[in-house]
């Protein structure tokens, strides 16, 4: 699971990789586009639409319910 070791990852992907979850599942689980997953996840500076970070926020919080959006995102 380890084999990228990607320093400009986000912490959103981060914590996808602390909790064992391929981005291919999330995005699956949350019904938004593997792309979009992925920059995301490997974009530090991209900030997602207001629906699509509701969808991520609702599928990050049936995994952990205490997760704020300010965990991963700087807004």
Do not use: H
Not at 33 to 52: A, E, G, K, L
Not at 58 to 67: A, E, G, L
């Amino acid at each position: 699971m380890f084999w990228w070791k990607n320093p400009k990852r986000s912490k959103f992907g981060r914590w996808l990789d602390q909790e064992g979850i391929a981005q291919v599942d999330f995005a699956e689980r949350s019904k938004v586009s593997r792309n979009t997953i992925w920059r995301i996840c490997n974009n530090r500076d991209y900030i997602p639409s207001p629906v699509i970070m509701k969808k991520v926020m609702s599928t990050v919080r049936r995994m952990d319910k205490n997760k704020q959006i300010q965990d991963f995102f700087d807004i």
